[in-house]
């Protein structure tokens, strides 16, 4: 049996940010058979704790506030470029601004104001929204990122540094010890398991403490002489939400689908009618642009929308459970696991996504 420091399973940004910034301290193998695939290929590449924040979830929001304050020199240490443009959100009809008079309302309360917009200031700010829009927010701070340049930069910086990557995959995490699925092990100081939608059957402690939750997304490319969107819009559309990324050059991602289908991952024709209609409604333009791409994806969801973060029992370590804001946290992500392999004490924002919250754990 081979012996490596750290396991990491799983390489979505998740496990690779952890192996990447690990591989400082100690020798690390990572193991996936299809490394940056995941949700984290597939995902809309928004770094958005404001405006994916709701009442109730204010750890998440701290967590992610703290995670976004990070991202400007996790980017620069990557080489990745961001987008600073920031956020509209729109809304629809009555029903949906009195949504986003509560996401207002709520944000104002906890001292972190966004302007509120009429229909038409918000056009002004960004002139592909459509006439319908009734009114909406400014949210300038809130990033964005091009998720499969940064998986690329991941990828090539976690091998710059060290890091061993091992195609087989994982079945079951022991401390000290990952079983593997063609029969053989790997005995490992600390594991940390990072396998998102999967991370469930990897440890008998997270069963059914993650669980997939599907998320259908498109690819759109502007045709010349569209009226193509300069900031990312979210919107509710009679209360579905849907939103426009745009990508440096001709590309526009929309999003996003969200079921509980297991770990299916077809796309469905229902899907792709609802999220082009939806956001023709907010931006008319992009019935000109041409479809490129169609993709479904797994987010890894948790009982209470925060990941699960921190030691199972000692040698073993769970990160995963990110659900809507994979890409967000995966700067704070890291860090924390650092420290926690280090026996250091982990950013403060963290100790809310403790797993001892739901289940028994060893330390
Ligand atoms: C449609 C959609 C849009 C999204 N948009 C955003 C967004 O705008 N902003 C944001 O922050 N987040 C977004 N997310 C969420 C984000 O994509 C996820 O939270 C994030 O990608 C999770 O990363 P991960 O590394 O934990 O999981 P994944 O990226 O799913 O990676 C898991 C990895 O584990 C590997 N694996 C699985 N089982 C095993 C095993 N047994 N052994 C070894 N390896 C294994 C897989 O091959 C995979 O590579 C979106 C998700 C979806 C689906």
Known sequence: MSYSGTVVVGGGVIGLSIAWRLAADTPVTLLDPAPARGASWVAGGMLAPVTESWPGEED???????SLDRWPDYAADLGVELRTDG???AALDAADAAQLDILADHLASLGR????LAGRDLRQREPAIGPSVRSGLFVPGDLAVDNRELLRHLMDAAARAGVTFDRRRATLVHPGEVELADGSGI????????????????????????????????????RPGVLAPRHTVRALVE???VYL???????????ATQYE????????VGGVRDLLADAERVVPGIAEYGLTETAAGLRAGSRDNLPLLGMLEPGVLVAAGH?????LLAPITADAVRAMVAGEDPPAEVLAADPARHVPTRR
């Open 245 to 255: 990324v745009p990508r440096a050059g001709d590309e526009l991602v929309l999003g």
């Open 261 to 268: 289908a297991g770990f299916d991952t077809e796309v469905t």
């Open 60 to 66: 998440l929001l701290e967590l992610g506030c703290a």
């Open 87 to 89: 956020t509209v959100v």
């Open 239 to 241: 209360s579905r939400p």
């Open 113 to 116: 104001a966004v302007d509120r």
């Open 187 to 222: 005995r490992s100081g600390t594991t940390v398991i990072a396998a998102g939608a999967w991370s469930g059957g990897l440890h008998p402690a997270l069963d059914r403490l993650v669980r997939p939750v599907k998320g259908e997304i498109l690819r759109l490319r502007a």
């Open 323 to 327: 659900h809507r804001n994979g890409l």
